[in-house]
């Protein structure tokens, strides 16, 4: 069975990245992810300077899923550029950066170009969680005009961290926009912006920042993971590659985002609450489902999703 597959000029063994933001603030956390089964690795979304996040608690698990308001903690965009370009680089290395500032986006980017980066680089459009700060994904003239901005500084392979859309003019109206531009890929999707948690017994929410709001992930939102892969596959031109998001929690939701047409598949919800070791566990059970189905490689079934009748 092969499971490998292509995001712009790097290959990966397996399909299956940790999602932006999890396990993936510190070296120490990398390291585990880069020795895991993990078929590449994401950093934290960093911004230009250190940020230490929003005041805890700031992440919820509940049966269904999660909720985070963790306001961009990270070390700064040149402690995780000094990590990708010092480890060696046995998997693929997806380097996200995120800054509330717009135009710290571009020095952000500039610092990458210039620097010996060689992977991919994942622009997140869709943080729910900076305070008083809109997702840029949802104002569709701020997105063309950052990657207008951003193409002219930028010729490395280049993604975008994209938040969940609900409209299906929407879906025409980001791809339309995406299309004029030479990114590598997608990720989609972010979390659930601004969803509530609430405990009853304390009759409290579950997360102290935002009066409670945060971004939902986890079984809650795999199905509108599932349709922003598909929405996104059919109005994207080919050449632009989709990281599949939201929800997974076996390998069955692994085929489910290739089935809709992702080429990559990244976990966030899971990969918290089980560790680095449940990289195995999900290619094992993918792999069984694989040769259940007679499919060989990935390739055999991606994007082949058939209606119901
Ligand atoms: O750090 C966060 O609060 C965060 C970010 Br940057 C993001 O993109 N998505 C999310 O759910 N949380």
């Known amino acids: 069975i092969d499971l490998s597959t292509t995001i712009g000029p790097n290959q990966f063994s397996n399909p299956l990245i940790n999602a932006a933001g999890v396990w993936d ?32 608690p700031r992440y919820a698990d509940v049966a269904l899923g999660s ?35 717009p135009m710290d986006n571009l020095t952000a980017l500039q610092m990458i170009q210039d620097s010996s980066f060689q992977g991919l680089t994942e622009l997140n459009l869709s943080c729910p969680n900076v305070i008083g700060k809109p997702q840029i994904g949802y104002d569709l003239a701020a997105l063309k005009q950052i990657l207008q901005q951003a193409f002219k500084l930028f010729t490395k392979p280049l993604g975008i961290k994209l938040p969940p859309y609900f409209d299906l003019q929407q879906f025409d109206a980001v791809a339309d926009i995406l299309n004029q531009f030479p990114l590598t890929f997608i990720n989609t999707i972010n979390s659930v912006g601004n969803g509530l948690l609430v405990d009853p017994t304390s009759e409290r929410t579950l997360i ?7 971004g939902i992930g986890g079984a809650y939102v795999k199905p509108v993971a599932l349709a922003n892969v598909h929405a996104f ?23 489910e985002l290739i089935l809709c047409g992702a080429d990559a598949v990244s976990v966030g919800t899971t990969l918290m609450q089980a560790g680095p070791q449940l990289f195995t566990k999900l290619q094992d059970e993918l792999i069984q489902l694989m040769v259940q189905k007679h499919y060989p490689s990935l390739a055999t079934f991606r994007n082949q999703l058939k209606a119901a009748h």
Do not use: C, W
């Open 67 to 101: 909720i985070n308001s963790m306001g961009l903690p990270n070390q700064g965009l040149k402690y995780y550029l000094n990590y990708v370009t010092t480890h060696d680089a046995s998997k693929p290395i997806d380097l996200s950066i995120a800054n509330p500032n």
């Open 233 to 255: 596959r059919s109005r994207l031109k080919p050449t632009i590659k989709i990281i599949g998001t939201g929800g997974v929690r076996n390998g069955t939701d692994v085929f």
């Open 25 to 56: 603030e510190t070296a120490l956390e990398l390291d585990e992810l880069v020795a895991s089964t993990a078929g590449g690795v994401t950093t934290k979304s960093a911004t230009l300077e250190p940020r230490s996040g929003n005041q805890r």
């Open 208 to 214: 102290e920042p935002k009066g409670g709001f945060g």
